[in-house]
Nanobody, 127 residues
Framework: QAQVVESGGDLVHDGGSLTLSCTMS????????IGWFRQAPGKDREGIAC????????DYAPSVQGRFTISKNNARNVVTLQMNNLKPEDTGVYYC????????????????????WGRGTQVTVAS
């Protein structure tokens, strides 16, 4: 069964950049849609970026549109999330997840579309 592990979280300052990685084992990235979610302290988990099986379609939450980029590297079996111009409100635990067999592309930022989750990686943006 495919599993994913997140990495790359760190402490950065306002305006800084980070790249998170979601590495898959037991499966192939080119066979699964992938989503990135985050959970800030005291808040619900929110979908922020997603990419389809083919990697040709992507979607972003308005809060990160234009600053974050999700990409698939099928050769390395990794999905990355490039985050630029980070803000303190981007602080949280970031999770990647594998889409379910009934995944609907037009709902790819919804958590119920995902069945397997990583443990998360902490991103802290200091002002």
């Amino acid at each position: 069964q495919a599993q994913v592990v997140e990495s790359g979280g760190d402490l950065v300052h306002d305006g800084g950049s980070l790249t998170l990685s979601c590495t898959m084992s037991g499966g192939r990235m080119d066979s699964h849609p992938i989503g990135w979610f985050r959970q800030a302290p005291g808040k619900d988990r929110e979908g922020i970026a997603c990419i389809t099986i083919s990697g040709l379609a992507r979607d972003y939450a308005p809060s990160v549109q234009g600053r974050f980029t999700i990409s698939k590297n099928n050769a390395r079996n990794v999905v990355t999330l490039q985050m630029n111009n980070l803000k303190p409100e981007d602080t949280g635990v970031y999770y990647c997840a594998i889409g379910t067999p009934w995944f609907a592309t037009d709902q790819c930022l919804m958590s119920h579309q995902y069945g397997t989750w990583g443990r998360g990686t902490q991103v802290t943006v200091a002002s």
